[in-house]
């Protein structure tokens, strides 16, 4: 195995996981055996919301985890292949929602194993058609496509200004009118120009329209008028469809990065074959964060449909006469999923606008099938904006971990510096994403390997570099050590356990006047540089005057006054944007929020002893009363416990007051941590928490849109081995006979 001596004792590959690697690739004796065929690996990544590679700075936290993982994949341009001429790697990036599609997946290009980077054929076969129709019809408008891009466009622009769907809706019944009025010529250009791009959308969109009306039949009509604007229309409008208002609104993107996963996976394939002929397996590895985890769900779903041979547990590719080759999905690594804004509501469903808006991608297959050997699921544990539901696993094969922290510190991704914090946190989920990947069977590079091969990608997974506060020095793994001492790493979603420690360090830190000053320095610091600048105004103004006053006037100096005057209020109204921005956030206010919010849960816990007994008082009045009267005492009673605090409530308002109390402190370590690495999004932006109804007395809110229904799945496996059976059991056909024309005097004979 790989030696693990040059490295830092904290950034060594774990003996575990290079067990696992070594059973992972156990089974397959004949990978170094070039007759025997290529065995392509192929990862997908799928990045998180308003992240991209071609855009954020590698050199920053801004630089995804997703990313970090597909720098670590292996590819065809690395010289490692000379050894292995019968393995193929492709890593294949797709940028996250609300941000324009990276052009290599949008070109459907791959790497080859000719080491030259290809346009897809598909998307190649599409431009020669569409130039061959124009030259054989003679239209050379395609029907006005531009027009009908910029009239969309603007209807999209109309309906936000109205806050209805009117303007879309006009749009299409327009885009149809004039349909109708093209030659025929021109429709059937349009037709051969689609590339099943449409189709998609549509079908897509169908999908989408009959599972918001089997939750809700009066929105019929709103439904459709939403599964034709935007399922649609604003769908194949890159410009809307990549914008983050669209992309986190109406949920467009989704169906431009699938198509482009199955388009590169078949390209793929196309490349192994060509150029190695025979093919062992193809081997896949998926990983996502945050709302791209809904396209690499629905990835892996597809994959299984597309490909089903005799079971959904055996994919092939099947190519015309020949059996297939096999194709294994090893591992589907999600950091974060999210796949809503909001928690359902159906009366949105219904408003004019607002209805369109698209509340979570439920309607997307989001189960984990049966053919995915190994699934698991990094989750937040601190994460509570109410648009970062977690969409949970816990119904479907997935196994699912948390850790501390936000969204952010578990995908990557936050400002750096923001607040002063820290943004090495992501690293600890980097690193054990890489390890579970490794002991999967992904084709990633250990940290010994990325620290001989690819020096820049190690820089972004290491670990080594200790952490001070100015009077302690801490490595991250020490200070993540000390917080599973008090909350260990299990499977499940057991977000109470994390609040409760979190909380205690909030008490802990409200008290301090040293650190509530920090949440308001940089507010301070705007606030002092623009009573600068006024001051530098008034004084400029003042000035000009008096040289405006002076007999006999100095043209030089009065034109020095003049200009002094000009910048300073040119650099006033330059900044006022942003001072304006920043005067207005409340900051301070979530700490008086704070205050308030704790002192109303300590009132009801107080008053919780109390209720209780007086709801089994008047359960023991119901025992004596006459039956007539029985029920309403009842009423009663049940009234009195609903005011009842659940066990989860109180024993947040407990950890709150141990904190304030200073019993049982955190370790100096796990109050490092919270101090320095842990992004608390509701200290550091002030729309998140102006917009919670509730602070931090709570834990995260979930969604369970992905389901695995075992029993579903093995009797439709049961009818399909059982169909496979009857296919073989059936008498092949015999070949045609060639019969010779009468009188030839040849006898016949078969093909």
């Not at 855009?55 to 010289?79: K, M, Q």
């Not at 599409?126 to 006005?144: C, E, F, T």
């Not at 200073?662 to 102006?690: A, Q």
Request: proline share 4%; net charge neutral.
């Amino acid at each position: 195995m790989t030696n693990t001596t040059s490295l830092d004792s904290v950034d060594r590959t774990p003996s575990r996981v290079l067990d696992g690697m070594m059973a992972a690739h156990k089974p397959y004796k004949a990978d170094d055996c070039i007759p025997c065929g290529a065995v392509a690996r192929m990862g997908f990544f799928f990045d998180g919301f308003g992240r991209h590679r071609d855009i954020d700075d590698p050199a920053t936290s801004r630089y995804s985890n997703i990313c970090r993982l597909w720098e670590a994949h292996r590819d065809n341009l690395d010289r490692r292949r000379e050894k292995m001429p019968n393995q193929f790697w492709y890593p294949f990036y797709y940028s996250g929602l609300g941000t324009p599609l990276n052009k290599d997946a949008e070109n459907n290009e791959i790497v080859s194993a000719a080491a030259k980077a290809a346009a897809g054929s598909a998307g190649a076969a599409a431009d020669i058609l569409q130039k061959a129709a124009r030259d054989v019809s003679g239209v050379s408008r395609m029907g006005d496509i531009e027009k009908a891009r910029k009239r969309a466009r603007q209807a999209l622009i109309d309906a936000l200004d109205e806050m209805s769907w009117r303007p879309i809706a006009q749009t299409f019944e327009d885009a149809i009118a004039h349909a109708r009025t093209l030659p025929d010529k021109t429709i059937r250009v349009l037709q051969l120009a689609a590339e099943r791009r449409w189709v998609r959308r549509a079908m897509a969109a169908g999908r989408a329209a009959m599972y918001d009306i089997k939750k809700n039949p009066l929105k019929a009509a709103v439904v459709f008028a939403k599964a034709i604007s935007v399922d649609v229309v604003l769908d194949a409008i890159p410009f809307v469809r990549d914008s983050r208002f669209a992309a986190m609104v109406f949920g467009t993107g989704v169906e431009d990065r699938l198509n482009a996963a199955l388009k590169q996976f078949e390209n793929a394939y196309r490349d192994v074959k060509t150029n190695a002929g025979k093919v062992q397996r193809i081997e896949v590895s998926v990983f996502a964060a945050d709302r791209g985890c809904v396209i690499a769900r629905a990835f892996v779903n597809e994959l299984v449909r597309k490909y089903k041979g005799r079971s959904d547990l055996d994919l092939r590719m099947v190519p015309v006469g020949e059996k297939g080759d096999p194709i294994e999905i090893r591992f589907l690594g999600l950091l974060d999923a999210v796949s809503s804004i909001m928690a359902e509501n159906e009366l949105v469903g219904i408003l004019p606008f607002v209805g369109m808006i698209k509340q979570h991608h439920g309607d997307r297959e989001l189960a984990v099938p049966a053919a995915v050997q190994k699934c698991v699921h990094f989750a937040a544990a601190h994460e509570l904006r109410f648009y970062q539901r977690l969409d949970s696993l816990e119904k479907t094969r997935g196994e699912q971990y948390l850790y501390p922290g936000t969204s952010e510190d578990i995908t990557g991704g936050a400002p750096p510096g923001s607040l002063g914090f820290r943004a090495e946190l992501q690293r600890v989920v980097l690193r054990d994403m890489l390890h579970e990947g490794l002991m999967a069977g992904s084709m990633l590079d250990t940290m010994e390997d990325l620290e001989r091969h690819k020096l820049w990608t190690y820089e972004k997974f290491t670990l080594a570099a200790p952490l001070s506060n100015g009077k302690t020095n801490h490595r991250i793994p020490d200070l993540i050590d000390a917080y599973r001492k008090l909350v260990p790493r299990e499977r499940g979603l057991n977000f109470q356990a994390h609040m409760e420690v979190f909380l205690r360090w909030l008490a802990v830190r409200y008290q301090s006047p040293e650190f509530r000053k920090t949440t308001t320095a940089h507010t301070d610091e705007i606030k002092r540089q623009h009573v600068e600048r006024a001051q530098e105004i008034r004084a400029a103004q003042a000035a000009y005057n008096e040289e405006r006053r002076r007999l006999p006037a100095d043209r030089v100096a009065m034109g020095k006054a003049l200009a002094r005057l000009h910048a300073a209020r040119e650099a006033q109204v330059l900044a006022l944007p942003g001072t304006v921005l920043q005067l207005q956030q409340p900051i301070v206010g979530v700490w008086e929020r704070i205050e308030t919010e704790a002192a109303e849960q300590v009132r009801q816990r107080a008053a919780h002893e109390s209720l209780k007994r007086s709801a089994e008082k008047i359960r023991q009045m119901s025992n004596d009363a006459d039956f007539s009267v029985r029920q309403e005492i009842e009423s009663a009673a049940d009234a009195v416990e609903s005011m009842l605090m659940s066990q989860e409530a109180l024993a947040l308002v407990q950890a709150w007051k141990d904190g304030l109390s200073g019993k049982h402190p955190l370790p100096d370590e796990v109050m490092m941590l919270f101090d320095m690495l842990v992004h608390d999004t509701m200290l550091t932006s002030w729309h998140d928490h102006v917009l919670s109804s509730t602070l931090y007395f709570r834990t995260r809110a979930t969604d369970t849109l992905g389901e695995t229904d075992d029993l579903a799945e093995a009797m439709q496996r049961q009818r399909d081995d059982m169909r496979a059976r009857r296919a073989e059991q059936m008498p092949r056909m015999a070949p045609p006979v060639t019969r010779p024309s009468a009188g030839s005097g040849v006898a016949p004979r078969r093909q």
